[in-house]
């Protein structure tokens, strides 16, 4: 099935630092979402982009609606311990309410 | 409030047998939806219902068949099991079936042997 492109595929970090990553696709989504993912779990909604160009924050996470419409980019700010987890991007297109997911970002954080 | 709930936890099942697993929604969620998590990516969609009516499909054989109650609880069936059936299978509910206000329950780990 179709997968959005994630990277970097795995990062790991110092206690404190900043991340990036990133979600690509070769076709145009209308809505955007970010996921977090912990071990043994579902994954549970981060952020909820709806416009070409949002910029939307929630704590110290900040996405970005890409301005092709193509892509989505996602920043940690400061991370702690917690932050651990898989992250995953996800597009919804206009008519249809199937999430297409990404192939999703690991992420270690060091103390 | 309890969140969505799936049972059971973890299964194993031998080639060729059948499946059940059993979602029940938030409270006053009328939408489900099943995603298959195979290990090391990101869920792949394989039905939304609404209203005890089917929605949306994903692109699964027909050995996959689901259905949602009355009470808006839902089955996912998947017959003949395949060794590459083995996933993490999550059910998400919604209270008008848009998916950006979907909540995911923990799962069913579904081991295929």
Redesign the interface.
């Known amino acids: 099935?179709q997968?959005?492109n994630q990277s970097p595929q795995s990062m790991f970090i110092q206690e404190g630092e900043d991340v990036s990553m990133n979600c690509t696709s070769s076709s145009i989504f209308n809505?955007w979402?970010w996921y977090k993912q912990d071990p043994?779990?579902?994954?549970?909604?981060l952020i909820?982009l709806y416009k070409a160009g949002e910029l939307t924050s929630n704590g110290r996470l900040t996405a970005q609606f890409g301005i092709t419409r193509k892509d989505s980019f996602l920043n940690i700010s400061a991370s702690i311990p917690s932050d651990v987890g898989i992250y995953?991007c996800?597009g919804?297109t206009r008519g249809?309410?199937?999430?297409?997911?990404?192939?999703?970002t690991r992420l270690q954080v060091f103390p | 409030d309890a969140g969505v709930t799936q049972s059971p936890t973890h299964l194993i099942k031998t080639r060729g047998q059948h499946v059940t697993l059993r979602c029940s929604p938030i409270s006053g969620h009328k939408s489900v939806s099943w995603y298959q998590q195979v290990l090391g990516q990101g869920p792949q969609f394989i039905f939304q219902y609404y209203e005890k009516e089917e929605r949306g499909r994903g692109n699964f054989p027909d050995r996959f068949s689901a259905r949602q109650f009355p009470n808006y609880s839902s089955e996912l069936n998947v017959n003949a099991l395949l060794l590459g059936d083995s996933a993490l299978y999550l059910c998400a509910s919604s209270l008008t079936g848009f998916s950006t206000e979907a909540f995911f329950g923990q799962g069913t780990r579904l081991t295929v042997v």
């Open positions: 099935g997968q959005l809505t979402l043994g779990e579902g994954p549970v909604l909820a995953f996800a919804l249809t309410d199937k999430l297409i997911f990404g192939t999703g």
